[in-house]
Structures are given as C-alpha cells and as structure tokens.
C-alpha cells in the first residue's frame, strides 16, 4: 500500500524521509498558491486598466490606450500588497517579466 507521501506505508520509511516528503508537498502547494495568486492579480489588473483605459474597444489600441493600460498596470502591480510580500517569488517574476515585455515592446 502506498501512503500519501509516495513510497510504501511499512516501517522501512525513515522520519526524515517523511520529513523531507512532507516539506516537498508543502514547498508545492505554496507554489501553486503562488502561481494562483499572480494569475488573479494580473485578471483584476487586466479587467480594471482595461475598463478605465479602453472606454471603446474596437480592433485595435491606440498609442494613448497603450500608454494608459501601460501606466495603469505599473501603478496596480506597485501598489498591490501581494507584489511586496517576500514569500511571494513567481509574483515578482511575472511582474518583472511583463515590465520586461513592455519596455521591449515601447523600444521597438
């Protein structure tokens, strides 16, 4: 029989083989609670800059919509306390990813 932490449930499993299993499903679940949170910060960001930056959507933004949805983002991600935890390491990245993105994108 297999126990919850992978490998057999008998005695051959040390503590801190559990120890170390267990420190695993933790280290994954905080990612995934990571990842959770990063991908809900950037729908709310995505749906209130683009409420307040697109008033009427058509085919594509002009350079003031990109410019404000640009601004926008910035100031939502700086201002945002999930962004400043220290715990919160996929956050950070995908916010320096998409700042990273965006300045490509002005440059070109």
Not at 86 to 97: E, G, L, M, Q, S
């Amino acid at each position: 029989m297999t126990s919850l932490f992978g490998g057999s449930s008998s005695s051959t499993s040390t503590p801190a083989d559990m120890a170390a299993r267990l420190e695993q499903v933790k280290n994954s679940i905080h990612n995934e609670l990571a990842l959770q949170n990063a991908q809900e910060l950037m729908n709310k960001v995505t749906e209130k800059c683009f409420a307040k930056c697109v008033p009427k959507p058509g085919g594509s933004l002009s350079s003031s919509e990109e410019k404000c949805l640009s601004q926008c983002m910035e100031r939502y991600l700086e201002a945002s306390p999930v962004c400043h935890l220290p715990v919160d390491t996929v956050n950070r990245t995908y916010i320096a990813r998409l700042k990273k993105e965006r300045f490509d994108q002005q440059s070109s």
